[in-house]
């Protein structure tokens, strides 16, 4: 033990590793008066044959159905008539404005319950205007149907006829969870709070998935019936809200990484955690000078999520968060703080 000690004390001394860190390259914070129109645009109407799906709802860009308060989007299905629908609702999208290929795409988020509610966030792919859906290909990072205690992800695509391939998660959609997606040249792998749950090949556009190695922008809505869900009963709920406290895409660069900042920004105090060396916990401390959305996360040597320790807004002050890893390997570890566009990154060493 003594040795394996002192030959990992070394390597934590003297690393300067190239780790993959995932650097944010865009996101709505929802911290603007209104909806901020360089990064969304409203869908209007029904649809042809309900968006596809027999929904029920008509799309506004009316504040009565999405309206930014308190730093949150909030998108509202309401029960009334309205150009010849008896429900309206909003649906957003960063077409022609953002897309995206390859990264990770997340959005911390509290979901209605209510028989025939179907609230999503999702990606379509740009191509959608050329070669129509289900070429261009779709990835549903979130839907939610009803009242069931589960997420879906899932992507469509075409390949010789319609194809899907998705998982499902256990999830209490009331509270606040990250749903999010690691999407890169070989997968697209689908997240609970950075907890994965489901994966899909898409390796040189294996079974006819070359249209996930094309750009895709975002859409956030909330449907109301449909073929999946069915429609409203008298128990529905309305109107009723989906909450987005923000929507995020990260990408991966490989960064130098060593015991210094990087990064460090001068609106929050100095990182540091305690024990480090560590086994099996170590405790992490941070100052805010003011009250910020922070994420901390712990990522292993090649980049890849661990755990979010924290992903919440938080009050300015001292704050310490511990993290248990008794189920994680032992080895060279990174944990990083973000705090709006802003980060530090540090390295952690777990003895085992």
């Not at 308190?70 to 299905?77: F, K, W």
């Not at 966030?121 to 149907?145: A, Q, Y």
């Not at 979010?308 to 300015?316: C, I």
Request: hydrophobic residues 35%; neutral net charge.
């Amino acid at each position: 033990m003594k040795t394996k000690y002192f030959t990992l004390l070394i390597l934590c001394c003297c690393i300067q590793a190239n780790a993959q860190i995932w650097n944010l390259v865009w996101s709505d914070e929802f911290d603007s008066g209104s909806v901020n129109s360089a990064n969304w645009k409203f869908e209007i109407g029904n649809g042809s044959s309900g968006w596809g799906n027999n929904e029920l709802e008509y799309y506004t860009n009316r504040t009565d159905n999405a309206v930014i308060n308190n730093g949150s989007l909030l998108i509202i299905a309401k029960k009334e008539s309205y150009s010849g629908k008896s429900y309206t609702s909003a649906r957003l999208k960063s077409q022609d404005l953002k897309s995206f290929t390859y990264g990770k795409i997340e959005a911390r988020i509290k979901l209605p319950l209510g028989k025939g509610l179907w609230p999503a966030f999702w990606m379509l792919g740009n191509s959608i205007t050329t070669v129509g859906w289900p070429k261009c290909g779709e990835i549903d990072i979130m839907e939610h149907i009803n009242t069931e205690a589960k997420s879906y992800g899932t992507i469509h695509w075409f390949n010789t006829a319609y194809s899907q391939y998705g998982g499902n998660t256990s999830c209490d959609v009331t509270q606040y969870h990250v749903y999010s997606i690691q999407w890169d040249a070989s997968a697209i792998k689908w997240y609970l709070d950075g907890v994965k749950y489901f994966e899909g090949n898409i390796a040189s556009g294996i079974n006819g998935t070359e249209e996930f190695h094309l750009p895709h922008f975002i859409l956030l809505n909330f449907a109301v019936g449909g073929n999946w869900p069915g429609n409203p009963d008298g128990a529905t709920p309305f109107p009723d809200t989906m909450f987005v406290d923000y929507v995020r895409v990260s990408q991966l660069s490989t960064t130098s990484v060593s015991d210094g900042i990087e990064n460090a920004p001068k609106h929050f105090a100095l990182l540091q955690n305690y024990p480090n060396p560590f086994n099996p916990t170590t405790t992490f401390s941070f100052d805010l000078p003011i009250a910020s959305f922070v994420s901390l996360t712990v990522f292993d040597m090649m980049g890849r999520e661990v755990e979010t320790v924290v992903s919440e807004k938080m009050s300015a002050g001292s704050h310490t968060k511990q993290w248990n890893a008794i189920n994680v390997s032992g080895g060279v570890y990174f944990y990083r703080l973000r705090v709006d566009r802003f980060m530090e990154t540090k390295k952690l060493l777990l003895l085992k």
